[in-house]
């Protein structure tokens, strides 16, 4: 295992180390300390290694991930895997606003709770929280999933596209165009898979899915108020 | 006696309900959907053209035509990254994506730019092969939408232009409406083939100047701090944008005034918000000049740049480049005449067509239809380009030489007079045949 202590190898020469990674990479494992809540660590990482931050991350933490694992040994600050493309993050602690935000691809999974926003304008990126999610998550949600074993907040997937919400708690209230929907055996099996690649104890039946309601697809004037 | 006629007045039509205004009415109660439309503001708004060069005179002497030189290079992005954009003119295109424009559209911007020596900017829906093959230098615009967004792209570009706002719009986002949305552009966008697709007017993940830094921070780590970082803001607050986008570490300021086009927005928007080119470059330079940093970070201004008139009038005020977009599109054949009879087939005429939005483009530029789309040739639509991108520089460096001018970014505000009074105090330089302007120092004015 390589270890970098961030506070002494600066941001620039630890993201550069972690970005010289090829794919073929003998040097998989790497745990990086002294985070002090340092914004942008690894993130464009393109390499299939495993990144521990040890401590809480500032702002955009695995930003734009490819193939990578980063797991946050702490809480992850605003932004943290947004545009994520493939591998997966891990947060043990909370994540603050705009988790996962315009993600295409991978898995991030919070073992406490998301704030507000939470995969925003997602594009295909999974998100599986442990807790609670805050108000406008999945806001212009495209398509992936966001599953959430606590509550969510206030306008839950408003304008959203395809993307699926799996909530096994209450939803405080739901954002335009946005409604419950039914649970069909494809969508238990979409979420056991998720559940089990996030590693999170829980029974699919106690979830209830949201979507688009499909009403704002095209404009139509009749639903200028909810635009 | 009876036959004596009791004068009428002639009608007589209301300055207030004009025939457009009363267009717009019956349009709105008969449809009840607001206008959208493409292009810039069409309203008459103090421009360049209210500007002048004085040229030569006993106490500054001209440069001789062809022989004496006149630079024109630029470099871009020389404070912070390693590999700064140097282009050969200062005239760059502007970002405009792909969805509203085919791709053979964008390959003829980038084949007309790289031949002119210049670069040209992906847009909202992401990097396609035709632009970046065909472009020698690309410029990677990183919009709220994040459609089509990658780091793969992003590592391929030039230059990273992170877009606050448009000067056709600003504070709105887009909309691309149902009728565009072709397999390869919803492809692209991730979305069902056929809806509407919004685009947001925010950034999602972060908001405000502090964070701005932030996100410019962590766009350097992922290209390793090799390309330029523009921010595009709309000619709003051109004084304080251009302080934050400097604040927050841009290496250059893509300034875009109210004339500016864009793809479609609500007409209102176009026609309402924002300020005229011309009053925003003054502005944006002071707030350069207040931090030391006029020169060092470039900026590019847009909106209603149409000749090299428009150019040097630009660099007098203190820009060191500029982009057009419309004017581009113009060039490539759009609302050329030769289709008048399609234009009026669509209800509307060569030079007034702006309804980009639908698809239905004659010339084939702004258009998904792959029969439209047959009609323009992007090679020679690049060859148009580099004329016209050649034929602005050579306006330029006419005017510089006349002012004595040996770099078109020697030429200075005091080589202008203004031709009115507005102009003179949005430009801070004399009206013309005085040597003064409202707002000048000192004047108690
Ligand atoms: C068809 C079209 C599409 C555009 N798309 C974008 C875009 O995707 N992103 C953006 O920042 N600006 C976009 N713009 C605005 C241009 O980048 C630029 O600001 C503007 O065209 C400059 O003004 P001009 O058209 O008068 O030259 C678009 C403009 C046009 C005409």
């Known amino acids: 295992m390589q270890t970098i202590d961030l506070t002494e190898v600066g941001l620039r020469e630890t993201n550069k180390m972690l970005h010289a990674q090829a794919a073929d990479t003998n040097q998989t494992v790497w745990e990086i300390t002294n985070a002090r809540g340092a914004h942008a660590i690894a993130c464009g990482l393109d390499a299939p290694i495993e990144v521990t931050v040890k401590g809480s991350t500032g702002y955009y933490c695995g930003g734009m991930n490819q193939q990578a694992t980063v797991n946050i040994d702490g809480s992850a600050g605003p932004g943290t895997g947004e545009n994520i493309m493939s591998g997966k993050i891990v947060i043990e602690g909370d994540a603050s606003q705009y988790l996962g935000a315009t993600g295409h691809g991978g898995l991030i999974v919070v073992k406490g709770n998301a704030s507000s926003r939470c995969g925003i304008s997602m594009k295909g990126v999974n998100i599986v929280v442990q807790g609670n999610i805050g108000h406008m998550s999945a806001f212009m949600g495209q398509s992936g999933n966001l599953v959430v074993c606590g509550d969510a907040g206030d306008a839950l997937g408003d304008s959203c596209y395809e993307a699926r919400f799996f909530v096994r708690g209450t939803v405080k209230s739901l954002g335009a165009d946005c409604e419950k929907k039914e649970m069909r055996p494809e969508h238990i099996e979409i979420l056991t898979n998720l559940l089990k690649e996030a590693e999170i104890d829980a029974d699919p039946a106690d979830f209830t899915r949201y979507g688009s309601a499909r009403n704002l697809y095209n404009f139509d004037v009749d639903n200028a108020a909810a635009y | 006696m009876t036959d004596a006629k009791i004068p009428t007045t002639t009608p007589r039509q209301s300055a207030t309900f004009t025939a457009d205004v009363n267009s717009d009415i019956r349009r709105a109660a008969a449809t009840g959907i607001y206008d959208i439309r493409g292009g810039g503001a069409k309203r008459k708004v103090p421009s360049f053209d209210d500007l002048l060069f004085m040229g030569a005179s006993i106490s500054r002497y001209p ?65 396609t092969p035709e632009e970046r093959g065909h472009s020698n230098k690309l410029v990677y615009q990183y919009l709220p939408s994040r459609y089509g967004m990658n780091p793969d792209d992003l590592r391929k570009a030039d230059a990273i232009e992170i877009v606050v706002g448009q000067g056709a719009k600003p504070g709105g986002g887009g909309m691309l409406l149902g009728q565009k949305i072709s397999d390869r552009v919803a492809h692209m966008r991730n979305l069902p083939k056929g809806i509407d697709q919004r685009s947001a007017c925010r950034h999602p993940d972060w908001t405000g100047p502090d964070d701005l830094e932030i996100k410019i921070l962590e766009l350097r780590e992922i290209t390793g701090w090799k390309v330029p970082i523009y921010v595009k803001v ?59 940093m006029h020169r060092k970070v470039q900026l590019i201004l847009s909106g209603g740049i149409r000749s090299g008139a428009d150019v040097a009038k630009a660099m007098a005020l203190g820009a060191d480049a500029v982009a057009i977009g419309t004017a581009a599109l113009i060039a490539l054949g759009d609302n050329d005449p030769k289709y008048e009879a399609e234009y009026n087939e669509l209800g509307t005429t060569a030079g007034a067509y702006d309804d980009w939005h639908e698809g239905r483009d004659p010339a084939g530029i702004t258009t ?46 005091e080589d202008l007079v203004a031709l009115t009074m507005e102009a003179a105090a949005m430009a801070r330089v004399p009206l013309a045949g005085t040597d003064w302007y409202p707002g000048k120092p000192g004047t108690g004015f």
């Open chain 2, 234 to 292: 709309a000619g709003a607050r051109p004084y304080f944008d251009t302080t934050l986008a400097i604040k927050a570490g841009a290496d250059a300021v893509v300034l875009d005034g109210m004339q500016g086009g864009t793809a479609a927005t609500q007409d209102v928007f176009i026609e309402h918000v924002g300020q005229p080119t011309l009053a925003i470059v003054r502005p944006a330079v002071q707030a350069l000049q207040d931090l030391g």
């Open chain 2, 63 to 127: 440069l001789e035509g062809y022989r004496e030189k006149c630079e024109t290079n630029v470099t871009i992005g020389g404070l912070h990254a390693e590999n700064p954009i140097e282009l050969d003119i200062p005239i760059t295109i502007a970002g405009m994506s792909f969805g509203a424009l085919s791709g053979p559209a964008k390959e003829a911007l980038g084949r007309g730019a790289s031949a002119a020596g210049t670069s040209t900017t992906t847009g909202d829906g992401g990097m």
């Open chain 2, 368 to 413: 998904q239809d792959p029969e439209l789309m047959k009609r323009f040739d992007p090679i020679e639509g690049g060859r148009r380009l580099k004329n016209y991108l050649k034929v602005m520089t050579l306006e330029a460096q006419t005017i510089a030489r006349a002012c004595g001018k040996n770099h078109l970014h020697n030429l200075e505000p």
